[in-house]
């Protein structure tokens, strides 16, 4: 089937009114889906607002037990080990600033190069026309069939005769210049903007060049602010590749650091209170990306060329 | 490479003209005619092939040179064959985390298609709020890793609220990632939580696709929504729901993160999927060379379920014309 890029104005409206009950069965089932959805992240809210004494008290009570912001205070080292140790806490050093100025750098780094030059091969691949286009485009193609697993022990072999490792442009490179995925993506958009709009700017006198940045990527906003967004949030929340690459605090980003931080286990139990913070500044920057981006993201999810 | 090559040189500085004619020129192949976009050509398309060559083919080759090989990143790898395939054949422990992998993959792919269609469904026939859509989306926007310790949060035995529903309903504390038979489904069930509702977007946008006609007449003609559902929606949506499949599967297959943070392959190796054995395999004790064979292997493996479903579920063809 076809890219599907927007939501076609669906004229589905139910009109039934002969099966109240199916409806109403519906609707439960729906709002369940939705609490089950949604539970979890209020209990990271509650437990990260209780003292880790509380916990252990009150562990049914549905609302902070002895609301408190220290969880928040020892996940971002704002505590003195004594006092966090007193709490519940590991007591060890956690620079999360820093796992967060690297997840940011990262991700950043490898949603921009990728996005821009995914696009512009997206672009060499739908609108240029050259010899050898279609079996350098198939090549792509195949290289979608291979997993990520694949790749990631020879990729760290070579990052690390580059001397990458434990840097973040060793976290970043592998996925810095392209997916298949994303030229895949972008190439079924610029394929479909009509040949009369590119072919006025050339009238115009505009260069090839110059239709790509001043014609096809604005065109393409949609398509790219989501496959941004989307990569962002991948990239964020990869944790396997970075675990593999970074060994220290200069180049340890979120996911990593909230393994340690659980791995670093006091000895009268886990800091569930602490960690639970954790998990939330770690995840906070995702929700409010995505709570910007919402509705264009959910209603351009869709297959591209998907037969 | 070959584009630098076999690019023509520019003759006219664009044929915009000519090829307005066609209006399907993106479609068709370019072989015989060059139109003089080549060598812009091969500047757009250089740092995608650069990073493509480097660090996609050219690992996927190495990886598989290397499962020849004993090697250990200290030293040069050295030829050894097929050691490390023989080894793999009798090494009970990779056969024991390969068995633990389907397991998951059976639960989490079965689970999470079943969810994800309902989902997917209920959005499309109930409502069209994007809101519920972006709700839904929510937990894929969290890591693994976040995910994970959520739900080993969650499911503690004696502090979870789980745990703390279970045993006031008077029903014994379930150990749910320390015990050997419950560690499995419950990585399972924590992944489907992540991924259900990215899966769901994605057969819900193929749902779109079905024309609303279909359903209007056949409620004229007197169908409930049970049957609009087995005799339009799944045969339609099936070309989609293949694809899914497929992708999912193969996402499925590569389980790590949620095993790494919750359960550490334990207990007793109950959670010891392929992907964690590849890993402590090569970061634990070195051993990069059969790492890297029981990498081939997990490729092979994926490679043949992907004929093998495209075969069965004919993902080829639609049936929407």
């Known amino acids: 089937m076809t890219t599907v890029t927007t939501t076609p104005p669906t004229t589905l409206r139910p009109v039934r009114r002969r099966f109240p009950f199916g409806r109403a069965a519906a609707w439960t089932v729906m709002g369940l889906i939705v609490l089950i959805t949604l539970l979890p992240f209020y209990w ?67 949603t921009g190069c990728q996005i821009f030059f995914s696009a ?26 291979v ?50 709009v590119e072919e006025a700017a050339l009238l115009d006198g505009a260069g090839k060049v110059k239709i790509f940045f001043r014609v096809v990527l604005p065109m393409a906003s949609t398509p790219i602010i989501t496959l941004g967004v989307l990569t962002y949030i991948t990239s964020w929340n990869d944790y396997f590749w970075p675990l593999m690459v970074s060994y220290s605090d200069s180049s340890r980003v979120l996911t990593v650091a909230l393994a340690v931080f659980r791995a670093q286990t006091p000895q009268t139990g886990v800091d569930w209170s602490g960690l639970m913070a954790a998990t939330l500044i770690a995840a906070l920057p995702m929700l409010v990306l995505f709570a910007c981006f919402a509705r264009r993201i959910v209603s351009s999810i869709g297959f591209t060329g998907i037969k | 490479m070959t584009i630098a090559s076999s690019s023509p040189p520019s003759r006219l500085p664009t044929g915009g003209a000519a090829e307005a004619r066609s209006r399907t020129w993106t479609e068709q192949g370019v072989s015989g005619e060059d139109r003089g976009d080549g060598r812009l050509a091969s500047l757009f398309i250089g740092p995608a092939l650069l990073g493509f060559l480097v660090f996609l083919l050219w690992p996927t080759l190495r990886g598989i040179y290397l499962s020849f090989t004993r090697f250990n990143l200290l030293t040069p790898a050295e030829w050894v064959g097929l050691d ?52 839904v989306l929510t937990p894929y926007l969290m890591s693994n890793v976040v995910a994970g310790l959520v739900w080993l949060w969650i499911l503690d035995t004696q ?30 069930l924590i992944n489907v939580w992540r991924h259900v509702g990215y899966t769901a ?47 999912t599967v193969i ?19 109950a959670t010891n999927v392929l992907q964690y054995y590849i890993y402590g395999s090569a970061f634990g004790r070195f051993q ?12 092979v493996v994926l490679s043949a379920i992907t004929v093998l479903q495209y075969r069965l579920t004919r993902a080829g063809r639609t049936d929407l014309g």
Do not use: C
Not at chain 2, 288 to 299: D, I, P, Q, T
């Open chain 2, 201 to 247: 977007l994605l057969l819900f946008a193929g749902l779109q696709a079905i024309p609303n006609d279909m359903y209007e007449a056949a409620r004229v003609d007197g169908a409930s929504e049970w049957r609009m559902f087995w005799r339009i929606t799944m045969p339609l949506l099936r070309p989609v729901l293949a694809v899914v499949l497929i992708m």
């Open chain 2, 251 to 269: 996402g499925s297959f590569q389980v790590f993160d949620t095993v790494a943070v919750t359960t550490a392959g334990g207990p007793a190796n």
């Open chain 2, 159 to 188: 502090l979870g609220i789980g745990n703390q529903i279970i045993s006031g309903l008077g029903v014994d504390r379930i150990p749910f990632l320390a015990d050997e038979t419950w560690a499995i489904p419950t990585i399972a």
């Open chain 1, 120 to 145: 512009m091969a997206a672009y060499a691949f739908s609108r240029l026309r050259w010899r050898g286009r279609d079996k350098v485009f198939g090549l792509f193609l195949a290289g979608m069939m």
């Open chain 1, 147 to 196: 997993p990520a697993i694949f790749t990631l022990l020879p990729n760290f072999v070579l990052i690390k005769q580059l001397h990458l490792i434990d840097t973040l442009l060793g976290i970043a490179l592998p996925t810095m210049f392209m997916t298949p995925f994303a030229v895949f993506f972008l190439r079924q958009f610029f394929m479909n903007i009509p040949k009369e």
């Open chain 2, 84 to 135: 490390n395939y023989v080894r793999m054949v009798n090494d009970p422990i990779f056969w024991d985390s390969l068995w633990v992998t389907v397991e998951y993959v059976f639960i989490n792919i079965g689970v999470q298609t079943v969810a994800a269609l309902a989902t997917a469904v209920l959005l499309q026939r109930l409502t069209r709020s994007a809101m519920l859509r972006g709700i």
């Open chain 1, 44 to 110: 990271i809210l509650r437990t990260a607002l209780s003292t880790n004494a509380g916990l252990n008290a009150d562990p049914a009570n549905p609302l902070p037990a002895g609301l408190t912001t220290s969880g928040f205070e020892r996940a971002l080292g704002l505590q003195s080990a004594e006092e966090a140790v007193a709490q519940g806490g590991a007591g060890g050093g956690l620079d999360f600033w820093r796992y967060l100025l690297n997840s940011v750098l990262v991700s950043t780094l490898i």
């Open chain 2, 288 to 299: 990069f060379g059969y790492a890297s064979a029981m990498s081939v292997a997990l490729l």
